[in-house]
């Protein structure tokens, strides 16, 4: 099936889906973007709008949205963390599943609470929203610590075995685009480097738990000053600093980045304990993640942004792997 006929099997969906909630009948939703997940804005004349969430087939189960909705909503409520709210359905349930001809299988799908803001823009100063970013990943962190998990629980992983392991979760980095046998040789002395230095990190529960998984700028909503964070779609369990490195998600080579980590840093010591050990293998978090959305952009030739990265990541990988050696080989 074509990109067209998905979006348009998903649009029939969320057409044909609206009034599981409790939400005005003259609604209707438009797509704003497509990642992992297809996500709609829905509205009314009257004023009303919320967020549609259509899950990717086969990404997570029932019980692993359940649990990431578990946790948001204890975050935000307990942790000092602004997180949006969910609708239920008119069965009292958050999650709704659906299907339509012309998908191969049920979609999940999740109504949130629609909340103002705006994203703070890579090309604008980010220092003092990235100081902000690291206060809200210390309380998420210290939340993290503490709460107790339901029954059942049930997320992802983000170490090196969901990486580098034999089944990564968004493909293997060696597939993704316009890697040549000289790009190949430094990601594989890059993958042997962090994989080495993160078994020396170790995952001790101080530095090791349930995190965001994806606090990038897209994820933050700024208003009247007050930061949200928001879509836990990937929250899962990995170490505490790859929080830092999803915030500079395809950025990892801009010249801000540098004064970013600082205030990062800054942010961060103002609510949690982090000592010059950790704050020293951040740039390894990093390339971490650079590697993964390596392989995600392979995987994902559908998304716009991964069309748009894919000829010029893998070098700009193998660029920041040169760096990256300067200082932690």
Known sequence: MSQEETLGSLQRLVEASLGRWDIPADASARLLNISENATYLVEAPGGF?????????????????ASELAWSHALGKEGGVETPGYFLGRDGSPIQTGIVEGLPAPRHMVMFEFLPGHEPAPDHDLVAP?????????????????????????????????????????????????IDAAIGARLERLEATVQRRLRR??????????????????????????????????????????????????????????????SWVEGYRTVRALSSEEEAEIDTFVMLRRMALLAWIGSHPEVEIARELAPVYAEGTARLAEAYFDTHE
């Not at 090791?208 to 700028?217: K, N, Q, T």
């Open 49 to 65: 709008r919320s967020i549609l969430r259509v899950h990717r087939e086969n990404y997570h189960s029932r019980n692993a949205i």
């Open 201 to 262: 990190f170790g995952k001790g529960p101080d530095r090791y738990g349930l995190i965001h998984a994806d606090m990038r700028l897209a994820n933050l909503l700024v208003h009247e000053n007050r930061p949200r964070l928001i879509d836990f779609d990937d929250c899962g369990f990995g170490w505490f600093l790859y929080d830092f490195a999803t915030g500079v998600s395809f950025m990892e080579d801009h010249p801000q980045v540098p004064a970013l980590k600082q």
């Open 130 to 178: 990235f100081r902000q970013l690291g206060e809200i990943a210390a309380r998420a962190h210290l939340h993290s610590c503490s709460w107790q998990r339901p029954p059942g629980f049930e997320r992802m992983t983000w170490d090196e075995s969901t990486v580098f392991g034999p089944k990564p979760t968004w493909g293997n980095w060696r597939d993704g685009p316009n």
